[in-house]
């Protein structure tokens, strides 16, 4: 079993920065995939960033240059900086991680809005 406990989400003015936090516990082994999701109202969820146990970084286009993920290993937390927020990242944010041995879990989510 892996727990997820998200933090960090909240109001910030267009062009504020906000960090996520979301931190694992329980059995973490092997090669895994910790990253953030996203769904905005009427929309599905997407790929907001997601990073490996191995460092390797993956982000959505919408969000290139602008945000930056990354973990620490030893505390099993994922974090997401967001800088330059724009009104189109409200959403409600999901950590999720998934292992090589089938484990998928996700986070209860987290709520972002960019407005003034």
């Known amino acids: 079993q892996v727990q997820l406990v998200e933090s960090g989400g909240g109001l910030v003015q267009p062009g504020g920065s906000l960090r996520l936090s979301c931190a694992a516990s329980?059995?973490?082994?092997?090669?895994?995939?910790m990253g953030w999701y996203r769904q905005a109202p009427g929309k599905e969820r997407e790929l907001v960033a997601d990073?490996?146990?191995?460092?390797?970084?993956n982000y959505a286009d919408s969000v290139k240059g602008r945000s930056t993920i990354s973990r620490d290993n030893a505390k099993n937390t994922v974090y997401l900086q967001m800088n330059s927020l724009k009104p189109e990242d409200t959403a409600v944010y999901y950590c999720?991680?998934?292992?090589?041995?089938?484990?998928?879990?996700w986070g209860k989510g987290t709520l972002v809005t960019v407005s003034s």
């Open positions: 990073i490996t146990s191995g460092g390797r970084l």
């Open positions: 329980g059995s973490i082994f092997g090669t895994n995939v």
């Open positions: 999720n991680f998934r292992s090589v041995y089938g484990v998928n879990v």
